[in-house]
């Protein structure tokens, strides 16, 4: 098992590894999720974009966005991981390199994310408080959350 990442701009991602995480985004979110939205929302290409890779395969994927843009906070957003190795913890592993790739790009940062509710657990146990009220974005309940840097 080789487990290897990266970090890249969007201006540096290679044709084939944007293909991967926008089919990896729209497997999971508009088809598994069954969710009609427009995932590229021009924020992309103002993003650093975290590819977490199996033995070259596309696993974990999430998005780093500069404060500003979503939030006023640094944000990470888009966190997916495929369902070929759900249950693995390779969500968690996605959502560490995260938080070191906001901090290693922005210093000592909030970060800000906007969670579906079900997985609240999950973004507790990774230092994020809950914060706000619970609001519907595309039919699936989500709160925000924050880990303070």
Do not use: W
């Amino acid at each position: 098992m080789n487990l290897s990442h990266t970090v890249k701009a969007f201006s540096e991602l290679t044709q084939d590894e944007l293909y991967d995480l926008l089919r990896l985004r729209s497997e999971v979110f508009v088809v598994e999720q069954n969710c009609v939205f427009l995932d590229m929302d021009n924020k992309d290409q103002k993003c650093h974009h975290l590819l977490l890779h199996l033995d070259n395969e596309l696993v974990g994927y999430c998005r780093i966005v500069p404060a500003g843009l979503s939030y006023k906070e640094v944000a990470i957003g888009r966190v997916v991981t495929a369902l070929s190795v759900r249950g693995k913890g390779f969500g968690r592993k996605v959502m560490e390199l995260g938080i070191e790739a906001c901090q290693n790009l922005y210093g000592p940062c909030d970060i800000r994310l906007g969670a579906q509710t079900y997985a609240l657990g999950f973004y507790e146990s990774l230092g994020f408080q809950a914060e706000g009220d619970v609001y519907d974005e595309d039919g699936i309940e989500h709160i925000e959350m924050v880990k303070r840097g």
